[in-house]
């Protein structure tokens, strides 16, 4: 049977990995291309890029950057941030991205999602959901430009939206966990998993490989997705493997 | 020399990165007379059967396939590329493949006999079992985990063409073949090691133009 994915998340601004990168013996620990294969190593089973470039410059720095991690990579990897049209998915994908992953756009304009998905593929195409809590709804509410501008959507009606058009999987971040390092939103994740067919990857909350564990036996989530826990070294791709093996947890 | 079939789909970058990485030397054509000079071939292909077989039509590769594959020439397809080997699908209502294997592509119906909902595609890395463990291609393999992605299964009569299956919800042909006409489901190309070792394998038996029907 399938088994469940532990996919690092890497920042990327001007072509350089940021937010603090603590690993001893890299020479470079800012290279995109060189950490992506530690992570290979370490047995991640896949990568996700997110493009914080704020500059033109930048972006087209990250079509380089993909470029060059298709060529060492031997592991799937999906790019998002900053890609608003057919085209930025076209150049991403033609310089060996696997996936590309839309939040914004997606949000301002959902065709973007059927027409990427006609065009290359569901499989190729990911919707980045950020959610929050929301008393008022009693449910939670979709936010875009990375989390600071809220919308009318509810995150269930939304997801089964962006599958009704061709999504092939949903990239979940819980605002409420996220950077909180207690785990991850188990009622959002299984929300999600129950108002949709395609894969979800639950993000936002790890603190310990223990969380790993939970968000797998409690709900149907199909991937999990850190960054600064395995940034900062405070445990592996290898231990959390390690933990969900341990717990009868179908891994890689 | 290994010619990648450029036919507008796919992520031909991947692949030829998988093959420089593996010295195989290869180069990336949609001419026929260009690819005809190839000693094996790549199919890749993501997306949808239907357009894919149109595309092949349009730019007159389908015969020149064709012909290949009668002469007994090694050609690899590899995930839709794979699917397209066969004799169809039910997608878009129902496209005719290649027909070199006995098959066609369905949907994964999403629900068990049960009763109980899957996930559609079925994506990520799932275990292979080794139905032909002499064959070429999976020399000094072990069973391992490979990577796929994929919303339609091959649904065969024929246990002869399964080289490799892995379990979803049913069984999924992972590896198939007949003769020099192959194909994985996976990507073997973002498959790591084991992924890597199978083409590694496909390449040797190009470079050697070794025969697999024995």
Request: no cysteine; charged share 30%.
């Given at each position: 049977m399938i088994t469940k994915r532990i996919i690092p998340c890497l920042d990327v601004k001007e072509g350089r990995v940021v937010k603090g990168i603590q690993f001893v013996?890299?020479?470079?620990?800012?290279d995109p291309v060189e950490l992506s294969s530690f992570y290979d190593e370490q047995g991640a089973d896949e990568l996700v890029f997110l493009d914080i470039s704020a500059s033109h410059e930048g972006r087209k720095t990250m079509v380089d950057v993909v470029r060059e991690v298709a060529g060492t990579l031997a592991i799937p990897f999906t790019v998002g941030g900053g890609i608003n049209t057919l085209d930025d998915m076209r150049t991403i994908l033609r310089a060996g991205a696997d996936k590309v992953s839309l939040n914004t756009a997606a949000v301002k304009r959902p065709e973007l999602i059927s027409e990427g998905a006609d065009y290359f593929g569901s499989q190729c195409i990911v919707t980045a959901i950020d959610a929050k809590f929301d008393e008022a709804l009693a449910s939670w509410r979709i936010y875009t430009h990375g989390g600071r501008t809220s919308t009318d959507w509810e995150v269930t009606d939304w997801a089964k939206e962006v599958v009704q058009r061709g999504a092939g999987e949903i990239l979940l971040t819980s605002m409420d966990q996220d950077?909180?390092?207690?785990?991850?939103?188990l009622s959002l994740t299984e929300a999600v998993n129950q108002a949709v067919s395609v894969p979800v990857i639950a993000s936002g909350g790890a603190g310990a490989k223990e969380h790993f564990t939970d968000v797998f036996e409690k709900t149907n989530a199909d991937a999990a997705l850190a960054a600064s826990i395995f940034h900062y070294k405070e445990t592996s791709v290898e231990e959390v493997k390690k933990h969900l093996r341990e717990k009868g947890v179908r891994v890689r | 020399m290994i010619g990648i079939i450029d036919y507008g789909m796919g992520n031909l970058h991947s692949v030829s990165k998988a093959l420089e990485r593996l010295n195989l030397p290869y180069f990336l054509s949609e001419n026929t007379d260009e690819l005809n000079k190839a000693d094996g071939l790549i199919l890749p292909g993501v997306g949808s059967f239907h357009d894919a077989m149109g595309l092949l039509k349009e730019k007159e590769q389908e015969t020149f396939i064709k012909t290949w594959a009668a002469d007994g020439r090694p050609l690899l397809g590899i995930c839709l590329g794979m699917q397209l080997l066969?004799?169809?699908?039910?997608?878009?209502?129902e496209t005719e493949g290649?027909?070199?294997?006995?098959g066609y592509a369905k949907l994964f119906p999403g629900k068990t006999k049960e009763g109980t909902a899957y996930k559609v595609p079925h994506m990520g890395w799932n275990k292979l079992t080794f139905q032909q463990p002499q064959h070429i291609l999976l020399q000094d393999t072990e069973e391992g985990h490979v990577y796929f992605v994929h919303s339609y299964v091959i649904d065969t009569e024929?246990?002869?063409?399964?080289?490799a299956t892995s379990d979803y919800y049913g069984e999924v042909p992972a590896v198939v073949g007949r003769g020099r006409v192959l194909g994985t489901q996976f990507h073997p190309e973002k498959s790591s090691t084991l992924g890597m070792k199978l083409l590694e394998n496909f390449g040797r038996m190009v470079s050697e133009g070794r025969n697999t029907d024995e």
């Open positions: 013996g890299l020479r470079d620990a800012g950077g909180a390092k207690n785990g991850f939103d | 066969f004799e169809g699908s039910e997608e878009n209502g290649l027909g070199f294997l006995p024929d246990k002869d063409v399964l080289i």
